[in-house]
């Protein structure tokens, strides 16, 4: 199951390194806030060279995020866990706010003197 979702990156915290049965891995987590009336920060973790794509992208950003989720037991207790596997950075968000049109103060008067041919 592959889920989406957009919001600001508000905070990368510090890359995780270790080793395991595979070898070598990293990873950092990444917190972004959704908008609208209601936002919630949500705290996703990007693995290996997802860890890599997360640094080029500056806190402040709009983002999109790809992700799966994922949930383990750990003597009786569950943990889920959110996976990044695509990081884009979204290009400024549209507005609503639109441009009056100029009034007539702004219209400058012909004086006579134009190349107009009427």
């Known amino acids: ?3 989406e979702i957009e919001g ?3 905070l990368k915290l510090a890359i995780q390194t270790g080793k395991g049965a595979n070898g070598e891995w990293k990873k950092q987590d ?4 959704t908008s609208g009336d209601y ?3 949500i705290c996703f973790s990007a693995w290996g060279d997802k860890s890599e794509a997360l ?5 402040g950003s709009h983002v999109k995020v790809s ?3 994922n949930s383990r ?3 009786g207790k569950w943990y889920t866990d959110l996976r990044a596997w695509k990081i884009e950075t979204l290009g400024a968000r549209p507005t609503t706010e639109t441009v009056p049109p100029p009034s007539l103060e702004d219209i400058p008067e012909d004086d006579g003197s134009g190349d107009l041919p009427f």
């Open 1 to 3: 199951m592959a889920l």
């Open 8 to 10: 600001k990156l508000v």
């Open 30 to 33: 990444f917190v972004i806030e």
């Open 39 to 41: 936002p919630k920060k």
């Open 55 to 59: 640094a080029r992208i500056n806190e």
């Open 67 to 69: 992700f799966e989720p």
């Open 73 to 75: 037991e750990y003597q």
